[in-house]
């Protein structure tokens, strides 16, 4: 059993990696099964559809934010961790190659997704967004943030700032990121 775990695995973080450089349409089956050296069908195993290996990645993705945030949410805590966690987990996806967050990734060909896909990542982009507006509605109350404006609108801000940050860091390197979130903290007025 574990060595079946152990492909799944493997399966996942290779379909991560194609559709952070490719999208969701740029890559085959084929392009997981040959480097893995595994038969089609050993992906077909774990996940019979494109579509059933896109949500699961959704799943994951989503299952990594709640774990991630679940202790805060139930009962608070410093919300400057909190966004400290995100840059820092935003900083290890690009350090792993993750140039492209999961929602850029299937916004390439977000038109041609199956709608299952289209409704997962909608849930988590909105799951996203509403724990990042809680983060600084909490830092704002605290103290540890202050900045003027609605937090939902800030939220949103922030997380297309690390979406493009990582992309133009991809390029320019990781200097890039990191100035990106340093401007972040200067501009929730985020204490040290």
């Known amino acids: 059993m574990a060595r079946l775990e152990n492909t799944r695995e493997q399966i996942m ?12 349409n740029g890559f085959s089956y084929r392009d997981i099964s040959t480097p893995l050296g595994v038969k089609n069908a050993a992906i077909h195993y774990h996940f019979p ?36 966690g995100l840059f820092c987990f935003t900083e290890s996806q690009f350090s792993m190659g993750r140039c492209i967050c999961p929602f850029g990734a299937f916004s390439v060909d977000y038109d041609e997704l199956p709608q299952e896909v289209k409704d997962a990542t909608e849930r988590f982009l909105v799951d996203s967004r509403k724990w990042l507006t809680r983060v600084l509605e909490v830092g704002r109350d605290q103290g540890e943030f202050s900045f003027r404006g609605d937090p939902g609108q800030v939220a ?22 990191n100035g990106v979130m340093d401007q972040i903290r200067v501009d929730i007025g985020m204490r040290s």
């Open 13 to 24: 973080e290779k379909a991560a990696e194609l559709l952070m450089q490719r999208g969701f």
């Open 156 to 177: 949103v801000s922030v997380l297309a700032a690390l979406q493009g940050a990582r992309q133009m860091a991809r390029i320019q390197g990781k200097q890039v990121l």
């Open 49 to 84: 559809s494109k579509t059933d290996l896109a949500l699961a990645l959704v799943d994951e993705y989503q299952h990594t934010l709640r774990s991630r945030t679940s202790e805060f949410m139930a009962y608070g805590g410093k919300a400057a961790d909190q966004m400290n």
